[in-house]
């Protein structure tokens, strides 16, 4: 009998997949910490945006040379790939925007909104079926947003919320271009080239304002650059290795490693109401993720 197909091998394929995922959210937090560091000291949010992406060609190019060739370069789905990096650039500028108005936890938290507005953005896009179980959760995750929101004009950050909630949204649709364009392209050439444009869109406004950093805040863009590729590959291995429905779960503990960080550096302590609505809105995209994977194994409609 292969190794794979016993059940001890297939308890350490799952146990590969949930370390690397967890791997991966803490660089994404790692990365955050840097965005909000690197623009307290003046680095316009476009400036970070090339740097994220230019340095991730790093590990990206070697992920690629190791694995699939340049072949995977090849793309018969050009304007596909300008609609995801289009719509994902919005989702980056948001959320790098978002961290210097927000505490990194708050920022965090409202990013897991994005799963809620991939689903509702997935029935008229997408045309995709999302029955009324689904769409319960994504209205109580929606009640958890606005917890954490705490609609109050006097007692909230209106333009960090905003970016955040933007680079959420976006982020969403950005999801559901990728869910599109997967049926025919790899993984890790819809990743070159949102990297690639990426890079080039923050390149483009070098005439409008960039700044000369200080070496160790030049240190930590090309830094913040090399975490964000690897945090971005070892999301693709561990979806390579373990189901989506073992390791997208952990997907949550990002807001623990940017509670931890937050605190070890600024000093954060997270509001109770932020963590509340965090809760809920991790237990509805929890509870949509089940009924994703319950319809993939079932073979029925998602409810």
């Known amino acids: ?62 992920y690629i040379w190791r694995t699939t060739g340049a072949r995977v370069l090849i793309t018969r789905r050009p304007l596909g790939h300008l609609a995801r990096a289009g719509i994902g ?108 444009a990426g890079m080039l869109a923050g390149l483009a406004s070098l005439p409008f304002g960039w700044v000369m950093p200080a070496p160790k805040v030049l240190g930590l863009l090309v830094l913040m650059g090399l975490i964000g590729g690897v945090g971005q590959l070892l999301m693709t291995e561990a979806l390579r290795v373990a189901p989506v429905g073992v390791v997208a779960p952990f997907d949550y503990i990002q807001l623990i490693w940017a509670s931890l960080i937050g605190f070890a550096v600024w000093g954060e302590i997270p509001q109770s109401m932020t963590i509340a609505g965090a809760v809920v809105v991790a237990a509805s995209g929890g509870y949509i993720l089940y009924r994703e994977i319950r319809h993939l194994r079932t073979g029925r409609a998602a409810g």
């Open 1 to 62: 009998m292969p190794q794979a197909s016993s059940p001890h091998a297939a308890r350490q394929h799952n146990g590969l997949g949930i370390a690397l995922r967890v791997a991966a959210m803490a660089l994404f937090a790692i990365m955050a910490a840097m965005v909000k560091w690197c623009g307290g000291h003046g680095v316009p949010v476009f400036q970070m945006i090339f740097f994220r992406n230019a340095f991730a060609f790093v590990p990206l190019g070697i």
């Open 89 to 196: 650039l919005l989702g980056m500028t948001g959320g790098f925007s978002a961290l210097q108005y927000l505490p990194l936890t708050a920022a965090t938290a409202f990013s897991f909104a994005s799963p809620l507005f991939m689903t509702a953005l997935s029935a008229p896009i997408l045309k995709e079926n999302v029955g009324r179980h689904r769409w319960a959760a994504v209205l109580v995750g929606f009640v958890g947003v606005l917890i954490m929101i705490r609609p109050d004009p006097h007692g909230m950050n209106l333009l960090g919320t905003g970016f955040a909630l933007g680079g959420a949204l976006a982020a969403a649709g950005a999801g559901v271009t990728i869910r599109e364009i997967g049926k025919t392209e790899p993984g890790p050439t819809i990743v070159f080239y949102f990297t690639l």
